[in-house]
Antibody, heavy 117, light 110 residues
């Protein structure tokens, strides 16, 4: 079955960088767009970024544009999120989510990123 | 900036029917927004219930259904059960590669 496993979260100081990974299995990874969605503690869901199935197109939420970069390696079935210039407000659980058509369907379990000095 | 609106909270009696809605601060929701619905309990990842307006995700009971009602997307839960008590989120595709989530509805079953 579809499995998405995020990793790379942790505690990081403001202004520093972190890279998240999402290992995909159970489906044809190269045939689907992929997203990152985050959830700050006690808050709702926020869409962060999407990358097309072949990496040809990428879009970002205004809150992360210019600081975060989404990428993928279809040979490794892995999605990435490079996060630079991290801020306290980036503290959240980050979920990897598969794109099915124009809908977000399968979710990983998430990885927690804490930005704190 | 368009905001996706959801009622912050709702309650339903066990066995009852509840309709949760997902609207826009400006304009009407249509199938072109590909509305999807997710259920989340504390400490867990969201679970997809409905996508593309009314397609039930694999394994989701048929007492969950989705539609467009008036100018909003709707999630209808019939025969509510205690374990339906959760947070429910909708998301809309705004075009140009952008998705926006609603603020979520906390459903209480009592």
């Amino acid at each position: 079955q579809v499995q998405l496993v995020e990793s790379g979260g942790g505690v990081v100081q403001p202004g520093r960088t972190l890279r998240l990974s999402c290992a995909a299995s159970g489906f044809t990874f190269s045939g689907h767009g992929m997203n990152w969605v985050r959830q700050a503690p006690g808050k709702g869901l926020e869409w962060v970024a999407v990358i097309w199935y072949d990496g040809s197109k990428k879009w970002y939420a205004d809150s992360v544009k210019g600081r975060f970069t989404i990428s993928r390696d279809n040979s490794k079935n892995t999605l990435y999120l490079q996060m630079n210039s991290l801020r306290a407000e980036d503290t959240a659980v980050y979920y990897c989510v598969r794109l099915l058509g124009w809908s977000l369907d399968c979710w990983g379990q998430g990885t927690l990123v804490t930005v704190s000095s | 900036q368009t905001v996706v609106t959801q009622d912050p909270s709702f309650s339903v009696s066990p066995g009852g029917t509840v309709t949760l809605t997902c609207g826009l601060s400006s304009g009407s929701v249509s199938t072109s927004y590909f509305p999807s619905w997710y259920q989340q309990t504390p400490g867990q990842a969201p679970r997809t219930l409905i996508y593309s307006t009314n397609t039930r995700s694999s394994g989701v009971p048929d007492r969950f259904s989705g539609s467009i009602l008036g100018n909003k997307a709707a999630l209808i839960i019939t025969g509510a059960q205690a374990d339906d008590e959760s947070d429910y989120y909708c998301v809309l595709y705004m075009g140009n590669g952008i998705w926006v989530f609603g603020g979520g509805t906390k459903l209480t079953v009592l």
